[in-house]
């Protein structure tokens, strides 16, 4: 299983940290993602990395402010996000991806419980 921690609420400007755990071992063959939904919104990519190599991709929305990370050791990815924005607002998800795309969400087979940012204006 993922389990996150993080989020919360922010106003405009600020920063939130993100943290997935998995409960095993994740093999280098893998991706882990982070995605979001706003209400009202499809779910969206927001980051994903490569287990092996450490290799990151972004949403244009997300790039320069966001920064994926992983720590192979304790099985866990992170998303630093900076310059916060309103409409970052949405319930964020960490995903695994054993096939080690990080697109579609449908390479995804296992999902963390969702954690709420809301960043005010």
């Known amino acids: 299983q993922l389990v996150q921690s993080g989020g919360g609420l922010v106003q405009a400007g600020g920063s939130l940290g993100l943290s997935c755990a998995a409960s095993?071992?994740?093999?280098?063959?893998?991706?882990m993602g982070w995605f979001r939904q706003a209400p009202g919104k499809e779910r969206e990519f927001v980051a994903g990395i490569r287990w092996g190599g450490g290799r990151t991709y972004y949403a244009d929305s997300v790039k320069g402010r966001f920064t994926i990370s992983r720590d192979t050791a304790k099985n866990t990815v992170y998303l630093q996000m900076n310059s916060l924005k309103p409409e970052d607002t949405a319930v964020y998800y960490c995903?695994?991806?054993?096939?080690?795309?990080?697109?579609?969400?449908?390479?995804?087979?296992?999902w963390g419980q969702g954690t709420q940012v809301t960043v005010s204006s």
């Open positions: 095993g071992r994740i093999f280098s063959s893998a991706a």
């Open positions: 995903g695994r991806s054993r096939s080690g795309y990080t697109l579609p969400a449908t390479e995804y087979d296992l």
